[in-house]
């Protein structure tokens, strides 16, 4: 099957990607790569990344757009980023489709992934008029104290390319409405995905006469990523991606003493109790561990069952998983997509090997599909392995439809199995009992960022604070008061008496 090149819905061919000028597009004057599709192995097109000059560039005229944005009233940056949802609402089916051919995402998935992108906007605009501070009563008579937020100024944001678009939008329309600049550093694999919602916003842009830099794209790799974490002209970088790459930036970021949000890896589990309704535990399981091919953050890796009920989930999920529709995410039948690319595969082979030599057993998968309609040699069959719990493989996020059966016989036991991974971004229970469900979500429960009951472990509304603890970094993107990130904070105190009375009363008599 050869699918038709959905860049071309967006009129950006290679060559518009590579020499076009102005906001519209992006003009790098490094090496031309070229990007290739993981559901046929098609060329997307090529584009030029950034030099260190191009980054320089950006940082300057992002810097003009600053001033200018932050002067505008935070509710009159909100009816753009109004505007910018709409503009990702009459363009949610075409964007889809090029997520889903340029990272391999099943097509539902990436509509959701646009929804999302829609849904951060409509957040950020209501959130435009309610950037609230505190009041305070003073202890010093006829005196006013108060908090208020201002914007920060320049906001760096790395993506990776699960989610090419819409992390980058959760942190990009509440900056925005905060009052920053944004410097988008999008994942080198995604780069059509992020040129695209550039092209989506450059009518707004111009329908509103904005300055050109208000809302930039830098495409590299991480030489680029780590210019722009280093940069002190940047005021907060948000970083989505690995472990790996979060604690160079972090270390960059911190020796600058600067202001970093980071959202890391995760090792995500959900408990089975003997109480759980496995009518929804099942289909949740499941499309925690092979959405996205098992490549969000919020993947479902582990699973930890009641040893009683093992059997019985064991064998309605591999009737589940023999369900699932492999092939090309353009085809609104298939479950499931390709990896991201053949490195994705190895590290899927090479988990799965690492996991038998640890006396894991496969109950289903390990296969990287083979045949014309998987030519591309990304795409792989989901993989149930049973293994002992302290195995050093399942310590491991691993970006791939793998997903770990294991074993507890008391809750306590489970909840510790759940929080003894180095990484605390989302976890499950699935129990119609009350009190195991309030213990999972008790201090003595689950010690990551996102705790469900009877949800899976991905798919957070954007309403929500979305991130974790330990090596998933500690950021907060998104829904709930994250905004205070992009914003910094001045406590305010105003003496309108005809005295200068100390705190503390102290006495300082001239
Ligand atoms: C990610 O994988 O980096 O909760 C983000 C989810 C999505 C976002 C995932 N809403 O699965």
């Known amino acids: 099957m ?106 539902q998935e990436s509509w959701g992934e646009v929804q999302e992108v829609i849904d951060i906007c409509d957040f950020a605009v209501g959130l435009s008029r309610q950037l609230y501070g505190l009041t305070m009563h003073s202890e010093r008579a006829d005196h006013r104290m108060y908090e208020q937020w201002h914007p920060l100024g320049l906001v760096g944001i790395i993506s990776a390319f699960n989610f090419p ?7 990009a329309m509440i900056s925005l409405v905060c009052g920053n600049v944004c410097i988008w550093k999008p994942s080198e694999k995604t780069p059509f995905s992020a040129l695209a919602c550039q092209h989506i916003i450059q009518e707004v842009l111009e329908d509103n ?46 020796a600058r003493l600067g ?48 040893k009683d009920i093992y059997p019985t989930v064991v ?4 009737t589940a998983y023999h369900q699932i529709k492999i092939g090309s995410p353009l085809d609104i039948n298939n479950h499931m997509g390709p990896l991201i690319d053949v490195h994705a595969v190895e590290k899927y082979k090479s988990a799965i090997h690492q996991a038998q030599l640890q006396k894991g057993k496969v109950l289903t998968g390990n296969e990287v599909l083979s045949g014309h309609e998987y030519h591309s040699g990304c795409y792989v069959r989901p993989t149930l392995i049973q293994i002992p719990s302290h195995a050093p493989i399942v310590q491991e996020e691993t970006f791939a439809p793998i997903l770990y059966l294991l074993t507890y016989h008391s809750l ?63 950021g907060r993107e998104s829904g709930s008061d994250s905004w205070k990130a992009y914003m910094r904070r001045q406590t305010c105190t105003s003496n309108w008496s005809k005295k200068l009375p100390l705190a503390q009363g102290i006495k300082f008599n001239l």
């Open 165 to 171: 678009v819409a992390v980058w939008a959760w942190n």
């Open 259 to 306: 202001k970093s949000l980071l959202e890391l890896g995760g090792n995500n589990a959900i408990i089975i109790t003997p109480d759980a309704d496995l009518q929804l535990a099942i289909p949740a399981i499941v499309f925690g561990a092979v959405g996205t091919s098992g490549q969000r953050c919020t993947s479902t890796r582990r699973l930890i069952i009641h």
């Open 315 to 318: 064998e309605k999920l591999i």
């Open 2 to 107: 050869k699918t038709v090149n959905p860049l071309h819905r967006f009129s950006l061919r290679s060559p518009y990607a590579s020499v076009s000028t102005g906001r519209k597009g992006w003009r790098g004057e490094g090496d031309s790569r070229a990007i290739v599709s993981p559901v046929d192995g098609g060329k997307l097109g090529e584009v030029k990344v950034a030099t260190s000059i191009d980054l320089n560039k950006v940082i300057q005229s992002a810097r003009i757009a600053s001033k200018i944005w932050m002067d505008k009233p935070a509710p009159e940056r909100g009816d753009i980023v109004r505007q910018i949802g709409n503009a990702f609402r009459n363009h949610k089916e075409d964007l889809g489709y090029l997520i889903s051919y340029e990272m391999g995402k099943s097509l």
């Open 209 to 254: 006469d904005l300055p050109e830099g208000l809302i930039n794209l830098i495409i590299g790799d991480r030489r680029i990523g780590a210019a722009l974490a280093s940069n002190p002209a940047i005021d907060l970088i948000s970083a989505t991606g690995s472990t790996v790459m979060g604690k160079q930036v972090a270390q960059s970021v911190a």
């Open 412 to 474: 306590e036991e489970a909840i510790e199995i759940q929080n003894e991974v180095k990484q605390g971004l989302s976890s499950a229970i699935f129990t119609l009992n009350m009190r195991e469900a309030e213990t999972f979500l008790s201090h003595r429960g689950s010690d990551c960022g996102i705790a469900n009951v009877n949800i899976g472990t991905s798919g957070a509304e954007i309403g929500g604070a979305f991130g974790g603890e330990k090596e998933t970094g500690g």
